[in-house]
């Protein structure tokens, strides 16, 4: 059988287009390998968001080279084929993010299934081939976005907003459902903005009518019995519609809301989409609904031109604003980004201190926060076992990048059951928990 071999890398959206190239290549009677020196030839998804994420697949496409010799780049490093064969004149294709088809031709051609494929052999669950955990998944339910935020350069990269039909997605939805998944992690550029792009066209799912919009994919995916986690959510009016579905239970209470920064003026060079709503009064009108909701969000500091004053005021806003989970990042040049030009570059030592006083205010936010959850009761989905321990997230957790719930003596316990605890202890970011009787 002719083996593939995979490396992939980015984000969860790049990890959905690994899942759909490898199903595929299943499909047709391919094996995936995870060795190079077993496989016939190896395909790296890339990343190249940021400089790191650039440094990064070219650092995998090299060490692919020398230890396989057979390479095919896709992803979104693609879009620069041209620097990718200057540096690797020996890869044999490369293609962009998404290309999918071309991809696979590219497959057919340096490596051809000689064998006759059996479909009742080389089974393909329904799903597809998914390269979580099998107790959750990510559901991508639209590629690009419309937004030109001046340090970004995914749209150059996946282009504008083309969403799925609603149909489309919730057909996926259950499916993963049904073969058991726990957990679906909606992503994609633009979550809220789902279905301008399609004029929130009408179709039909489980005899009922739903519009190809953000309102009516949350109420459809709510109706499915397991956690629905947001992701990628711009502040947009319209999503305050979704609150009252976390607060019966329908959705979990997670916003993972990308706010960037505080400042008017510097959202405005950012180019932030909803950069005018008053965040602060719509995270109180949401949290009056349902006080259990769990915030995460990013930020940039160092912007190009950000002065003392208004660094504070974002402090001042994580101070106000509470937010349960936060992520950070100091500004840094991405070629092709029109921030590059921007005048009055922040020092980098300046960046640097700003991003430790920021993450020491918000760890100290996250600590009292975890804190007021001493003593309550948690329903979590484990993830792992480690002896006696077992891994856990609550629904305030998304996986790989916000906390977790370790309990004791719960080796018994096995990956994606959901159980009660009870929180016994804390730290900046984790909870310590024991199970109810």
Not at 274 to 290: G, H, P, T, V
Not at 341 to 367: C, G, T, W
Request: charged share 25%; proline share 6%; hydrophobic share 40%.
């Amino acid at each position: 059988m002719a083996k593939i071999g995979f490396v992939s890398l980015g984000c969860p959206k790049a990890l959905v287009d690994s899942e759909r190239i490898i199903t595929q290549l299943k499909i047709e009677g391919y094996d995936i390998t995870p060795h190079y020196h077993d496989a016939n030839l190896v395909i790296v998804n890339t990343c190249g968001f940021i400089d790191s994420a650039v440094n990064e697949s070219m650092d995998a496409i090299s060490e692919a080279l020398t230890e396989n010799g057979s390479v095919i780049v896709t992803g979104c490093l693609g879009v620069k084929s041209e620097s990718i064969y200057k540096r690797f004149p020996k890869v044999l294709a490369v293609t962009g993010p998404q290309r999918y088809e071309e991809v696979l031709s590219a497959v057919h051609a340096h490596l051809p299934v000689t064998h006759t494929h059996d479909p009742h052999i080389s089974l393909v669950p329904p799903q597809g081939i998914k390269l979580t955990p099998k107790h959750y998944a990510y559901l991508k339910i639209s590629e690009g976005c419309n937004h030109r935020c001046t340090f970004c350069i995914i749209p150059s990269m996946r282009g504008d907003l083309v969403s799925r039909p609603i149909d489309d997605v919730l057909k996926e939805a259950a499916k993963l459902t049904a073969a058991g998944v726990k957990e679906l992690l909606v992503i994609s550029q633009d979550t809220s903005a789902y279905g301008v792009d399609l004029k929130y066209q009408t179709a039909q799912w489980r005899d009922k009518s739903y519009q190809t919009r953000f309102y009516d994919l949350c109420a459809a995916l709510g109706e499915l019995g397991i956690w629905v986690r947001l992701h990628y959510v711009y502040p947009y009016p319209h999503v305050d519609k979704v609150i009252p579905l976390m607060q019966e239970g329908k959705i979990l209470p997670y916003l993972d809301i990308p706010f960037q920064h505080a400042n008017p003026r510097i959202l405005k060079l950012m180019k932030r989409p909803a950069s005018s709503e008053n965040n602060l009064k719509r995270i109180q009108a949401w949290r009056n609904i349902c006080p259990d909701l769990t915030i995460r969000s990013t930020f940039i500091v160092g912007f190009p031109g950000e002065t003392d004053a208004e660094f504070n005021e974002l402090l001042e806003f994580l101070e106000e604003a509470q937010l349960d989970r936060v992520g950070c990042f100091t500004y840094s040049p991405v070629e092709g980004a029109k921030a590059n030009d921007l005048p009055h570059l922040i020092p980098e030592d300046v960046k640097q201190a700003r991003y430790e006083q920021f993450m020491q205010v918000q760890a100290n936010i996250s600590a009292q926060r975890l804190q007021k959850k001493i003593g309550k009761t948690l329903t979590v989905l484990i993830d792992e076992i480690d002896g006696d321990l077992a891994i856990a997230r609550s629904y305030a957790d998304a996986p790989e990048i916000d906390g977790k719930v370790y309990i004791a003596d719960a080796g018994d316990l096995k990956p994606g059951q959901v159980v009660a605890v009870q929180v016994v202890g804390s730290d900046e970011y984790d909870l310590d928990a024991v199970l109810m009787s």
